[in-house]
């Protein structure tokens, strides 16, 4: 299926607010008061802050108001620069190109719900939990963090959810209780997990005797790379601009069409974004992606070019 093309938006950032030590919550508007595109809990949205510099947040907002994006930031001080350029340049007033929304993290209908947020990896939680609550599902919310004051929507969360919450700051309580939330495999029950990678990977852990598929993630940053199936080049032909390129061992797909004259939207270019998400239209596919479910893999539809390769001698994309 073709990958259809992302909207590009000049919105305007109507509203700064701090939403916790650190973390600052952006509101963005259509500067003509259009309706914004609509979205789905665990949508994101890539802030292009500067040619060189476009990052992705999770929308934290109200899907059902078109009139607003939301997005919270968390400065990173060992980051890559965006959260501080977001941090310390952005202001009420100001017009951003913003791309997408794009979902790879989509809340699956379920009658129970078990949510693991870390950090700022509440935010496609926060919107998660509303949804689950709009649609009578039996859920649960485990939100670590450092502190208390670390911790952005924790009050909110706690005063509109009650005992469904559990508030977990480390300096209070120590590091979650995985063993206790996840060791018994519970049926009919989806668990959604977003944080930094020692969470995600605990508890990735922590569920591996659940059903396949029981449980999904969304990392920040991406996987540790094993090497890849192929280890020689490959082929891709490109069926949209007729071109075939020879992929290099060192090169990513992605600078191979890249070179040859093909124009691919990127951001990340570590398999954890989406942004160069590419139909397959022929051969099998090396996921290196940090994205898509085992089931999405196993599919083979699409691909990241940026990170993922080809395990035959021939791709065939639609590019
Ligand atoms: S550019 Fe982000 S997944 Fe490829």
Redesign the pocket.
């Known amino acids: 299926m073709p990958i259809p093309p992302e909207p590009v938006l000049e919105l305007e950032l109507t509203t700064r607010t701090t939403g916790a030590d650190g973390v600052v919550v952006l509101e963005f508007r259509d500067p003509s008061g259009a309706d914004l595109p609509t979205w789905t809990p665990g949508a994101h949205i890539d802030l292009v802050l500067t040619p060189e510099l476009t990052r992705?947040y999770s929308l934290c907002g109200d899907p059902a108001d078109t009139g607003i994006w939301r997005v919270a930031v968390l400065r990173e001080a060992m980051g890559r620069g965006g959260s501080q350029f977001v941090h310390d340049k952005l202001s009420e007033g100001d017009r951003v190109t913003v791309r997408g929304p794009r979902n790879h993290f989509e809340l699956e209908p379920s009658p129970q719900y078990v949510f693991v947020a870390g950090g700022i990896g509440i935010t496609p939680i926060l919107t998660m939990a509303h949804a689950a609550e709009n649609a009578g599902a039996d859920w649960t919310l485990v939100y670590g963090g450092r502190s208390r004051g670390s911790m952005a929507f924790a009050d909110a969360l706690a005063e509109n959810f009650g005992d469904r919450v559990v508030i977990h700051p480390e300096d209070e309580h120590g590091l979650i209780d995985l063993p206790g939330l996840l060791g018994d495999v519970r049926e009919n029950t989806l668990v959604y997990c977003c944080g930094p990678a020692p969470l995600l990977d605990a508890v990735t852990g922590h569920c591996d005797s659940w059903p396949s598929g029981a449980l999904r993630t969304e990392r920040f940053a991406a996987k540790d790379l094993e090497e890849p199936v192929r280890a020689e080049g490959f082929e891709v032909e490109l069926t949209l601009s007729g071109k075939t390129v020879t992929v290099a061992p060192e090169q990513s797909i992605?600078q191979a069409v890249t070179a040859a004259g093909v124009q691919v939207?990127?951001?990340?270019?570590?398999?954890?974004?989406?942004?160069?998400?590419t139909a397959v239209l022929g051969g099998t596919v090396d996921h290196r992606?940090s994205?898509l479910t085992a089931d999405e893999q196993a599919e083979g539809d699409t691909m990241?070019?940026?990170?993922s390769r080809a395990s035959c001698p021939r791709l065939t994309l639609e590019l």
């Not at 990241?304 to 990170?307: N, R």
């Open positions: 992705q992605l939207l990127s951001s990340c270019e570590e398999g954890t974004c989406g942004t160069c998400e992606d994205l990241m070019i940026c990170v």
